[in-house]
């Protein structure tokens, strides 16, 4: 059984519709797919009409903006959460709206660098997404051909501490751990040690977290090499957390995250759905539940 729990659509930065994705999904062999757009769950209807046609089964999910100590950016995957509870929908509505207001300022520190770019080559690098964010900037300045892909839009302007870089806002980690949790979903780091220090979210951080609420980490990311993998897998391990592996696929928007490049192990996946199970239970929310299409 191949288990992919962390794809993204044109819902948000991906380039694929939830539509193209499951099927692309099917052909590349997935039994199950994670569908987890950035702050939003703009892509599941479509992914679920999808899922069905294409025979695999749907875990509907999305990747919250979240910041941790110091105010550094974590991402927090969030599994079956019933998308119409009221704390949820109020942070999404300000992470979505924090984001509409960043890309005028992005454009503006832009220009301020001596690049001719508009909110119009944005919107056309965005497509059908639901929002405009820093990866549809990255991609209007690809295609103004002011840099060569993605990454060096980020490297050489958009990441934090480069010219073109706008804070914006986000529940803290603990919060966003606890909402996920009321929405009767639950909650798996995404990348723990990505971009960042091992130590920020090390061992002992993890384990608060765990006591919190928070489900599992994924382990087996791109971003990951395999002394992290191993350690992260051993923390785990030692805190009861459930260990994923993903592709973090986001269609042709970047490189190296072919899909099923990074897989969950079954056993691994069904202890996430126990867990999914109790909190929908213990929340009395209206989770949603996998979309069998098997
Ligand atoms: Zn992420
Ligand atoms: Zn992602």
């Known amino acids: 059984m191949r288990i992919d729990l962390h794809t993204h659509s044109r819902a948000s930065d991906g380039t694929q519709t939830p539509g193209e994705l499951v099927r692309a999904a099917s052909a590349a062999g997935i039994d199950v797919l994670g ?3 950035h702050d939003t769950a703009d892509g599941w209807d479509e992914a679920v009409e999808a ?4 025979g695999i089964t749907l875990v509907r999910g999305m990747e919250i903006s979240t910041r941790h100590e110091g105010g550094r950016g974590v991402h927090l995957l969030a599994y079956l959460p019933d998308p119409t509870y009221p704390p949820l929908v109020a942070e999404l509505v300000r992470i979505l709206d924090g984001r509409d207001e960043r890309v005028p300022m992005m454009l503006r520190k832009l220009r301020e660098c001596g690049i001719e770019i508009d909110a119009a080559d944005v919107r056309r690098a965005a497509g059908a997404a ?6 549809h900037v990255a991609d209007a300045l690809v295609e103004l051909g002011a840099v060569r ?3 060096e839009a980020f490297a050489r302007y958009l990441s934090a501490g480069r010219p073109a870089y706008v804070d914006r806002y986000a529940a803290t980690l603990d919060e966003m751990v606890d909402i996920v949790t009321g929405a009767g979903g639950v909650s798996v780091i995404a990348h723990p040690w990505g971009r960042h220090e091992r130590t920020s979210l090390d061992e002992p951080a993890l384990a608060e977290l765990a006591d919190r609420g928070l489900a599992g980490i994924e ?8 002394p992290a993998r191993r350690d992260l897998r051993a923390i785990a391990r030692n805190l009861g957390l459930v260990a994923t592996g993903s592709s973090d696929h986001h269609g042709t928007g970047k490189t190296g995250h072919d899909l099923a490049c990074n897989t969950t192990d079954p056993d691994e996946f069904a202890r996430l ?8 239970e213990r929340s009395g929310r209206a989770a949603p539940g996998l979309v069998n299409g098997a």
């Not at 899922?51 to 294409?54: G, K, M, R, V, Y």
């Open 35 to 37: 569908l987890t757009d």
């Open 51 to 54: 899922a069905i046609d294409a």
């Open 130 to 135: 639901a929002a405009t964010g820093r990866p």
């Open 149 to 151: 892909d993605r990454e």
């Open 219 to 226: 382990v087996d990311h791109q971003d990951h090499d395999q």
């Open 273 to 280: 759905l126990e867990l999914a199970q109790a909190s929908a």
